[in-house]
C-alpha cells in the first residue's frame, strides 16, 4: 500500500527570494508550495542522479574494465596496509 503520508518542511528565506519565488510560481500556473517542492525534487533528482553513476569516456571504460581484469599484483606498501587493516579490524570494539 502506498504510504501518503505527508511531511513538512519549511525554510526562512530573505524577503527578495520569496518575492521570486512566489513570481515563478504564479507564472508556471503553480503555487508557492509547489513552486518549491517541484524545483526542490527536480534538483535532488539531478544530484543523485550525477552521484550515483560514473560516466566514462569510450576510453577511460575500456581502461577501467582492463584493469579490473586484469588487476597489477599487490605492492609492498598494498600488503603493508592490508596487513594494518586486519590488525586494527580484530582489534576493533564491537
Same mark, same amino acid.
Given at each position: 500500500m502506498l504510504d501518503t503520508t505527508k511531511e513538512r518542511i519549511s525554510s526562512r528565506v530573505p524577503k527578495p527570494v520569496r518575492k521570486t519565488l512566489e513570481e515563478a510560481a504564479a507564472l508556471s500556473g503553480a503555487t508557492l508550495n509547489q513552486f518549491v517542492v517541484q524545483a526542490a525534487l527536480k534538483e535532488a533528482h539531478a544530484v543523485l542522479e550525477r552521484e550515483r553513476?560514473?560516466?566514462l569516456s569510450r576510453r577511460d +571504460? @575500456?581502461?577501467f574494465f582492463k +584493469?579490473? @581484469?586484469n588487476p597489477p599484483k599487490p605492492n609492498a606498501r598494498l600488503r603493508k596496509a592490508v596487513a594494518a587493516y586486519r590488525r586494527s579490524a580484530?582489534?576493533?570494539p564491537d
Open positions: 553513476f560514473v560516466r +571504460a @575500456e581502461v +584493469a579490473l @581484469e580484530l582489534n576493533a
